[in-house]
Structures are given as C-alpha cells and as structure tokens.
C-alpha cells in the first residue's frame, strides 16, 4: 500500500520512512547519473535525488521547471558537509510526472527572471506567486492576518464583515469608484469606519478585515486602488487610550507572528535585518512636525509659484517631506492632532484647541503612513455641521447619525493597510508586492 501523500512542511517527522509527496518542480539540475529536483507545495521545499531513473521515458523528456510530480522514496537526514532545505532529502525509487509544464521560449524560467520587465511581471503575477520571494510575503501576510485575529480576541474584540458596496462616502469623494446599483448610485467602499462605528452598541469594541476602493490616480509605491484595510473601533475611550492600543496590537501581532518558526524563517527570509519595534512609539503633534520639517530644511513646493518653501501651520503634509522626516527618524511614529480642514468630517476636535482634532496617523521608516485613526465626534450636532463643513448631504447617512441620537458615546478607531504594514515588515520597495493580485490605476489584471 502507497503512504499517504505528505506535505513538505512536514517531512522532518517522517525521517529514515518511505513517503509519497506530491509538488512543483521547483528548480532541476542534472549531474552525471543523478537528477536532482527541488519540489516545492506551498508548504516548503524539499530536495529530491532521483537516480538512474531519468532514461528517455516520456515522464523524462516532459520533466521541467514548474511541471507538476509525484515522487516516492525514503527521507534521509543529508550526509555532513551537504546543506538541504530542511536539513533532510528525499531519495527516490519511483517518480511521475503528473502535470507537464513547457519549456523553450514559454518555460517558467525563460519567461520570469530578474532582466523581466515591470509590465512583463504585471502580466504574469499568476506564475510570480510560484516565487521564492512572493510566496514568502504571501505567507507573511497570512501569518500576520492570523495574529492580529488572535490579538482582537484575546481583547475580546469582535469581528464583522461590512458590506463593500455602499451608498456613503467616508474619506472624501474625490477617491470614490462609482457605479450603477440597479438605477441608484453606489460606491465600492473606502473604509468600513462608519459601519463599525454602528456595531459598538450592538457587539461591544469591533474590528474587520475588508477591501477599501481608492479611485486615486497616484502611481506610487504606496497605493493601490484595492487594498486590504484593517479597521477596529473602540468604544468609551480617551485619545491616549486609542494610541496606546494600535501599539500593543501591531506590537503583539508581530511577537505572535514571530513565535511561529515558519513565520519567523519567511519574515527574516525577506527582512534579515528586522528588529521589533520598542515600546512606546514616538509621538510628535503635527505642530511639531511642522517645526521638525522647517528646522531640517524640508521644504513643501508652493501650488502656485511652484517654489520650495517652508511649511506652515495648516498645510497638508506631503508625501515626500513625511517620508523624509520618518526616514530621518527611523523608528514609528505617531504623528497626531492634525489641523480639522486637512481631515475628515467625522473627526472630534481637541478640547480647547478646536482648529485640530484628536487625530493620529502612525509613520514607519521606509514606508510612511502605515494607520490613520482618530476619535469620533459623538455629539449629534457637531457631526452635522461637520456634514455642512464639507458639504455631505446628511440623508444617505441617517443610520450614522442615529448612533448619536440612540445613546452616543466617546469612540474612537482606526484603519491599517495591510499591504503596507508588510511593506514594512518584509522591506518590500511597494505595497504591489504585498497583495496577492494587485490593482493600481490601468491595472486589474490578472
Ligand atoms: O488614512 P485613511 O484614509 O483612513 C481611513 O480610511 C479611516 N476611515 C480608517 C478608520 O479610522 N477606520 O486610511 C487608513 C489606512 C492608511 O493609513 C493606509 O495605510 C491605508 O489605509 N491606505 C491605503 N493603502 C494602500 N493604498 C491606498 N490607496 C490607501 N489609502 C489608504
Ligand atoms: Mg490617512
């Protein structure tokens, strides 16, 4: 009788023992008599010796890179000296070829290595993710994913699932991908805040993992026009309370993540000089940060003169002058209490200080903005002269409103990209790499 088909991942268990494993010809190299394979099924790799077997049998000319096998053999520890992934190899007795893949000009490895050009790897993200590195992000993004579910219960903290097409705007209708929702206008979702903002009454503090749209026409190493947005709401918080939780979450997800040697071995795989953030994170206000930016001659460009100049309390700041200062910095960084014009209706304002809101976006090194959160505004007549500020016709959000109307209380939240948290974490140069099927401005293909 056959053993059953084993995973990689597994094999060090199954050691001087006949196995069947199944895979991916990951990589093929012929010496003398010997053929040797690295096989590959998603869970890891595993190097096998395959001996005079390989004569001119039809399973013998078809075996190619990325072909798809079935080999069986005992697992051997690997002889002193000789280095395998696993520290183990698998030396065959009998193999077959389940899956041809081509060769010539259409082989794996003719059509994708490192001369590829950006729309090249674009086209063929499909056959990217079979990639050492890509499959290694993927795996780190499911890793994280999976801690930050376990933070959220260990705090008791409930998921739900917000619908993606809605009828509300949340950051602005500048981003806002419409369409025709059988006769009605509709919108794919920026950020499921407002939804869970409604569920504190009903489930106590929430969290989601859910897409956000931008229709952002920035072609940059941060956007996407799809991305995967963490949100969590919180209620009968303070200010500080917020900050001092979007730390500890990312600060355990990732000793979560880093626990699990699989994980561990992916993260410093791609990142070999990572270090765990230290706690507490900096936190600089916004008026600060503009006298940072002028005292370290980052200048902003003036929209109409078109000349670097200094900052001023009140500006937006870019991009680029953020990304610098954390840069500079080089540890996160909570930037907080931003001017109300530059941010969002919803946003409460700072007791005594009321031209800035209880707002915080943290910065990391490489990266940037990688979470925006803030305190809500909880009384019913300031969120509607917020809806007048920016011009919101209060109607569509009548269920929002209610929450003030139906005992209202001191919340707050925050939305994290996912994508560029791992950009972080993985030292990827673009979120693109973070995503398993990307989509930017022109692209949603594959
Ligand atoms: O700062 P943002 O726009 O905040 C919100 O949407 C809030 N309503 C979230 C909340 O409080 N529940 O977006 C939050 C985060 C950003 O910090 C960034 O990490 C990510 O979402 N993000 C994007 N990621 C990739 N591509 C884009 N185009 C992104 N826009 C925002
Ligand atoms: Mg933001």
Not at 64 to 89: N, R
Not at 128 to 156: M, N, P, W
Not at 216 to 241: G, P, Q, V
């Amino acid at each position: 009788t056959l053993p059953a088909a084993s995973k990689i991942y597994k094999l060090a268990d199954f050691r001087t023992k006949r196995v069947r494993v199944s895979g991916w010809v990951h990589r093929l190299r012929q010496q003398k008599e010997l053929t040797f394979i690295v096989l590959r099924d998603g869970t890891g790799y595993l190097q096998c010796i395959l001996s005079g077997i390989l004569s001119q049998t039809y399973d013998a000319l078809v075996l190619a890179t990325e072909a798809s096998v079935e080999i069986f053999g005992v697992i051997q520890e690997v002889p002193e000296g000789k280095t395998a992934p696993g520290g183990h190899e698998l030396v065959a007795d009998h193999w077959r070829v389940l899956g041809a893949a081509p060769g010539g000009d259409d082989a794996y490895t003719n059509k994708l290595n490192a001369e590829s050009e950006g729309p090249v790897v674009a086209d063929n993200r499909h056959l990217v993710i079979r990639g050492e590195i890509a499959s290694a992000v993927l795996q780190v993004r499911a890793g994280i994913l999976r801690s930050f579910r376990k933070v959220f219960d260990k705090y008791t903290i409930t998921e739900v699932t917000p619908p993606c097409m809605v009828q509300t705007q949340v950051e602005g209708g500048a981003t806002l991908f419409q369409f025709d929702y059988y006769g009605q206008v509709a919108y794919l979702t920026q950020s499921s805040q407002l939804y869970l903002e409604t569920c504190l009454p009903s489930l106590g503090d929430v969290y989601c993992i859910q897409e956000s749209f931008r229709a952002e026409n920035s072609h940059t190493r941060r956007h996407l026009s799809e991305y995967t947005h963490l949100e969590a709401e919180l209620a009968f918080i303070t200010f500080d309370d917020l900050m001092t939780h979007i730390e500890a979450v990312i600060c355990e997800a990732v000793d979560d993540l880093l626990l699990d040697p699989r994980m561990s071995a992916f993260l410093y795989q791609l990142n070999p000089k990572f270090k765990k953030p230290s706690r507490p994170f900096m936190r600089l206000s916004y008026k600060d940060a503009i006298k940072y930016l002028n005292e370290h001659g980052i200048k902003r460009k003036d929209d109409e003169t078109e000349q670097l100049v200094d900052h001023v309390v009140g500006d937006d700041i870019a991009e680029a002058a953020e990304r610098q200062m954390t840069d500079q910095l080089g540890v996160p960084i909570f930037l907080y209490g931003f001017p109300k014009e530059i941010k969002a209706f919803y946003m409460k304002k700072i007791v005594g200080d009321e031209g800035f809101t209880e707002s915080c976006d943290l910065l990391m090194p490489n990266v940037g903005e990688i979470v925006g959160g803030s305190m809500r505004i909880a009384d019913m007549q300031e969120l509607l002269e917020g809806y007048k500020r920016e011009g919101i016709d209060p109607a569509p959000y009548y269920w929002f409103t209610d929450q003030r109307k139906y005992g209202t209380c001191e919340h707050g939240g925050y939305g994290l990209g996912v994508e560029r948290l791992l950009a972080w974490l993985t030292d990827r140069f673009t979120v693109r790499e973070c995503s398993l099927y990307p989509r930017w401005p022109g692209r949603a293909t594959p």
